[in-house]
């Protein structure tokens, strides 16, 4: 199985802050990485596929990079409606797997 | 416009079978490539794949919970149902349906139904 591990696990940040969030593979994955934002009592919402493609809808402050086994998403000025848990997933080979989510708190 | 939603028993016993059924619209799964999964969610923890049907019945599950998983759909009722054995309180959580295209990622997803598992 492919793991995939998020760091950090939770970030604290100010509204207009650039956050990175990190996601690595325990196995070369290419470019089948996608990133996805939850917030409380919500379901997720795809936000980026292909590693690096941003879904429709999804604002340009998003953005997302990475091949083989490490990977990025950067929010380039943090907003209010930001707040949320982001998680990463290989869609590489199955088992499907999720990373363990990083939670993006107030400052 | 794509949709998808979870129903089923909110509370189910120990040992007891859970069956969730994802209803859907706006997509047809006789469509090439087209698949339903379910993920699951535990309280405050993160999203966990369970199983993934597609459109030509080619069928995929968690290793870990393959043993107790059998999904199945119902193309003429644009229906994907989840059967999972031998429920435990672990498996307590939110178990989700989402679509997904191919090998893409899960593109809509349900609202999800918050199974508890309890005597």
């Known amino acids: 199985d492919i793991q995939m591990t998020q760091s950090p696990s939770s970030v604290s940040a100010s509204v207009g802050d650039r956050v990175t969030i990190t996601c690595r593979a325990s196995q070369g994955i290419s470019n089948w990485l996608a990133w996805y934002q939850q917030k409380p009592g919500r379901a997720p919402k795809l936000l980026i596929y292909f590693a690096s493609s941003l879904q429709t809808g999804v604002p340009s402050r998003f953005s997302a990079s990475g091949s083989g086994t490490d990977f990025t998403l950067t929010i380039s000025s943090l907003q209010p409606e930001d707040f949320a848990t982001y998680y990463c997933?290989?869609?590489?080979?199955?088992?499907?797997?999720f990373g363990g989510g990083t939670k993006v708190e107030i400052k | 416009q794509i949709s998808l939603k979870e129903s089923g028993p909110t509370l189910v016993k120990p040992t007891q079978t859970l069956t969730l059924t994802c209803t859907f619209s706006?997509?047809?799964?006789?469509?090439?490539?087209?698949?339903v999964g379910w993920i699951r969610q535990p309280p405050g923890k993160a999203l966990e794949w369970l199983a993934l049907i597609y459109w030509d019945d080619d069928r995929r599950y968690s290793p870990f919970l393959k043993s107790r998983l059998t999904i199945t759909k119902d193309t003429s009722r644009n229906q994907v149902i989840l059967t999972m054995t031998n429920m435990d309180p672990v498996d307590t959580g939110t178990y989700y349906c989402?679509?997904?295209?191919?090998?893409?990622?899960?593109?809509?997803w349900g609202q999800g139904i918050l199974v508890t598992v309890s005597s």
């Open positions: 989402a679509h997904i295209l191919g090998a893409s990622p899960f593109d809509h």
């Open positions: 997933q290989q869609s590489k080979s199955f088992p499907l797997t």
């Open positions: 706006g997509f047809s799964l006789s469509a090439s490539g087209v698949g």
